[in-house]
């Protein structure tokens, strides 16, 4: 290279040039040859190092060479050279202007650094592209380990970066910013928030990747898609994107759906209300026309033997319906529902399931169906409650009684 500068600068000045003029002119010409043959080595050195990569992949079983081609982890590496080639040749280049290459030689130092950072970042996403593919790492908050080695390796790089254009030693320089700590913990708030909540998020096992969430408080109403260190995005069921700070998940109330959909049942608890006016006792007519009711049939017939029993042994005056024990239309409707539910195909009988009558009200006597549909997708379990609560709502009128309705133009009380 010194050679070739002494050249080109004798011939530039045996053509007359001023000695001044013939360094610039020479300068300018080591750069553009230099910079040239930097770029035909980087050209060469990715076409080079990409199609060796491409032919490991394809002879490989895993998948994980080819993520780092889509990270583009090759093409990073390509870049090395021709750095080291600019770092080692530069000086000479500008050797006549000192000034500029100080200027020039700390630049690539830090393009170094930038090269070094980008290097890992392609291999960090590599990681975590490959992890997710993994059954047991597709529910974890990969993205936030990541993001947090990459917020302190490009701090250490700025840090380093700073250091070698102010010509201070990089642990002098990082001592001197623990006075600024302060500042920093304010400027980085929501990032240590972030991260602390990851980390306890883990932990706890409280959200994963596909959980179905439900927080009232920003909206979201979905399946988690992405926890990274500084949001958590929920697609909700109308398919908008709702963004929620990781950190609000340990410091507000949340429900996780999770559980539920582990446990092989959604929960069905919906009531309807009974005039009371209309509950009354059954008379031997009534139960006799009750009889035909398959699913009650020999309910009615045990309960109707065990009553008689009772009633004679205590000399009960039958006369007066209220006198011994009896039957109302409305206990023989919670049985005939709590059968009927025992018996739907649709509700998982290992779970809690029961029909049960609830505290009275102004309107009346709410009866709660309790149970467990087997089915969790939202739209067969609307389908299901839908289909029981028809047939709930038809029922009523065989056992004599009403549901509740406010009539238009009354005011609820």
Known sequence: MIDIKHFIYDYLVEKGISQSTAEYLNMLILLFALLLFAFSIDYVTKRILWRFSAGVAKRTKTNFDDILLDNKLPRNIAHIIPLIILIEFVPQVFSDFAYVENIIEKTLKVIGIILTLSIIRSMLKSIKDYLKTLPQYRDKPIDSYIQVFMIFAWLIGAFAGVAIFTGISFFK???TLGAASAIIILIFKDTILGFVASIQVSINDMVRIGDWITFEKYGADGDVVEINLATVKVQNFDMTITTIPTYALISDSFKNWRGMLASGGRRIKRSVIVKVSTIRFLTQDDIEQLKKIQLISDYLTNTTEKIDTYNKEHGADKSVLINGINMT??????????????????????????????EPTPQGIPMEIYAFSKDQRWENYEY??????????????????EIYELALGQKQS
């Open 173 to 175: 320089f990082a001592t």
């Open 329 to 358: 239309n409305f206990g023989v409707f919670r049985k005939y529902l709590q059968t009927y539910i025992e018996h739907h195909s649709a509700i998982n009988k290992d779970m809690l399931l029961m029909v049960r009558q609830l």
């Open 384 to 401: 299901v409650i839908g289909d029981i609560f028809d047939h709930v709502l038809a029922a009523v009128s065989y056992f004599d009684l």
